[in-house]
């Protein structure tokens, strides 16, 4: 389910939190869809999940909200954080 009004959708819709890696195959297959949608896309039809781990986190959120996205946000930055080196 997706929990959107339009202003959240325009504020969230390029950021890291709701973007993802996939190949071109399954990229095509998610097109624009809703969350329930990409969510099938990102599986093929042996159930076999994406080669991106970073996509198949996706599949454990049961929506995709502002709350979603805020904790995907922090959870990619703390990755991201922990392999920089300052």
Same mark, same amino acid.
């Given at each position: ?11 969230? /819709?390029?950021?890291? +939190?709701?973007?993802?890696?996939? +190949? ?25 999940? /994406?080669?991106?781990?970073? /996509?198949?986190?996706?599949? +454990?959120?049961?929506?995709? +909200?502002?709350? /979603? ?18």
């Amino acid at each position: 389910m997706t929990l959107f009004i339009e202003e959240e959708k325009e504020q969230w /819709t390029d950021t890291l +939190s709701n973007l993802t890696l996939l +190949s071109m195959r399954k990229n095509i297959q998610a097109q624009n869809f809703g969350f329930e949608d990409k969510k099938e896309a990102y599986q093929n039809k042996e159930n076999l999940l /994406t080669s991106f781990k970073i /996509t198949q986190d996706i599949l +454990s959120y049961s929506e995709w +909200s502002v709350n /979603t996205l805020e904790d995907r946000e922090s959870k990619l930055l703390q990755m991201i954080d922990g392999k920089l080196y300052y």
